[in-house]
């Protein structure tokens, strides 16, 4: 039988690239989303699609029951470290409220398989040169703290379900920075994150902007592990068909190469991919942005076939080739 996963934020960037990714591995996917962040066009035709927000239980519960739902990826929520430092109220209202009006509507629904979407933004600055699943956790945003929290709320809700009919199993992806498109109709539209920005201004002809050269990097700008959009797609169909056939997985994964590649180093490729010679724009700081985070694989790689068959080049043409 056709395992049946609600994809929450399906219509948004990374949503949208999970929804066509359990699609092509012959599962059928559900969206559910409020068109806050989404676009409708990113739910494939043929894809059914609930307008609804994850903080309205009784309408995600409905929507559960009435399409028959096995397991839930839950990617919906506000993604923004920087500007959850200028809103910490709205996102944890997003994050927080949100994951725990969706654990209550799956426990009404009796829907007991969820993939939550996480972030890298659970460590902070990591005093360590590669992450992994048991560095300390040391968020530094409302952003971070919202993932972490919401992280929690799940690991008591698998413990205080175990014994029950429908006890809960779950993991959650802790996604570093996810860039690149695996489908020129779909982009990352967030007016707040780097590619965006950067290929927006490269598309009106102006100058990249980068946010900081002071940091204590090689170069000075940010370190991050980047990964392509269509490998995170492709680690959440294996993490959904482990708990839909009751296979173990651990309770988190870091979903990170283990290199890091300096903010200058992307605009650098971004440029290239658009064939401008602009010199960047040096701004400030922003907030809630540490200087180096980069993550170690291997867990993923075990358990969920993760590998990034992506290189900084192919990110780069990718996200160019989908720009709107």
């Known amino acids: 039988m056709t395992s049946r996963w609600m994809v929450t934020g399906g219509a948004g960037y990374i949503g949208a690239?999970?929804?066509r990714a359990l699609a092509a591995a012959g599962m059928t996917p559900v969206v559910l989303d409020d068109l806050s962040s989404g676009i409708a066009k990113f739910v494939p035709d043929g894809v059914p699609f609930v307008r609804a927000s994850v903080?309205?239980?009784?309408?995600?519960a409905d929507a559960l029951r009435e399409h028959a739902i096995d397991g839930v990826i839950h990617c919906a929520g506000f993604k923004y470290a920087g500007e959850s430092v200028a809103r910490p109220l709205h996102t944890y209202r997003q994050n927080v409220t949100g994951t725990e009006s969706l654990l209550d509507a799956m426990a009404?629904?009796?829907v007991s398989r969820l993939v939550f979407s996480s972030s890298a933004g659970v460590y902070g600055t990591p005093p360590v040169e590669r992450v992994t699943e048991d560095t300390a956790t040391s968020p530094e945003s409302p952003y971070g703290e919202s993932k972490l929290i919401g992280e929690w709320l799940i690991r008591d809700q698998v413990r205080a379900t175990a014994s029950t009919?429908?006890?809960l199993v779950a993991t959650s992806l802790r996604y570093f920075n996810v860039v690149g498109s695996g489908d020129d109709g779909i982009y990352d539209a967030s007016p707040h994150?780097?590619?965006p920005k950067v290929i927006a201004a490269l598309a009106a002809g102006q100058a990249p902007r980068i946010n900081g050269i002071d940091y204590a990097t090689p170069d000075g700008t940010c370190v991050r592990d980047y990964v392509h959009v269509s490998d995170i797609a492709a680690a959440h169909v294996v993490a959904a068909r482990k708990l839909a056939a009751g296979e173990a997985l651990a309770p988190v994964y870091n979903l990170g190469s283990g290199e890091g590649s300096s903010v200058r180093e992307l605009v650098d490729a971004l440029q290239r991919a658009a064939g401008s010679t602009a010199e960047p724009v040096i701004g400030p700081r922003r907030e809630g942005d540490p200087a180096r985070i980069v993550a170690d694989g291997t867990l993923a790689a075990r358990d969920l076939d993760w590998?990034?068959?992506h290189s900084l080049r192919d990110m780069a043409m990718s996200a160019w080739s989908a720009r709107p």
């Not at 903080?55 to 995600?60: K, M, R, S």
């Open 193 to 195: 994150n780097l590619f």
């Open 165 to 167: 009919e429908a006890p």
């Open 307 to 309: 590998a990034t068959r």
């Open 17 to 19: 690239h999970i929804v």
């Open 55 to 60: 903080l309205d239980t009784e309408a995600v």
């Open 108 to 110: 009404r629904a009796a």
